[in-house]
Nanobody, 118 residues
Framework: QVPLVESGGGLVQAGGSLRLSCVASGRAFSMYHLGWHRQAPGKERELVARIGPGGITYYADSVKGRFTISRDNAKNTVYLQMNSLKPEDTAVYYC????????????WGQGTQVAVSS
């Protein structure tokens, strides 16, 4: 099991910034692929950003240039720095983890709410 706990969500005005954190209690954090996902009301869950064990990253087009994913293996933590926030970024954000060679994210956090006002 890899329990994940997100934090850092909140209410922010358009153009503002937030940093989300996700702390894992697993024993082998450094070998996991980590992803940030979000789900807005009435919409499907979507992958926002991911980072692999070697630091290779991916971003959805909608957040590219505004969001940055990073990890600190010594702290068992993955971050999502969100800048220039837009109202359409409003969603519940979830972190997730998977092992190399697995197709699905098997471990999920409880989610943290991000609300961006216009």
């Amino acid at each position: 099991q890899v329990p994940l706990v997100e934090s850092g969500g909140g209410l922010v005005q358009a153009g503002g910034s937030l940093r989300l954190s996700c702390v894992a209690s697993g024993r082998a954090f450094s070998m996991y692929h980590l992803g940030w996902h979000r789900q807005a009301p009435g919409k499907e869950r979507e992958l926002v950003a991911r980072i692999g064990p070697g630091g290779i990253t991916y971003y959805a087009d909608s957040v590219k240039g505004r969001f940055t994913i990073s990890r600190d293996n010594a702290k068992n933590t993955v971050y999502l720095q969100m800048n220039s926030l837009k109202p359409e970024d409003t969603a519940v954000y979830y972190c997730a983890a998977r092992r190399s060679g697995q197709l699905r994210y098997d471990y999920w956090g409880q989610g943290t709410q991000v609300a961006v006002s216009s």
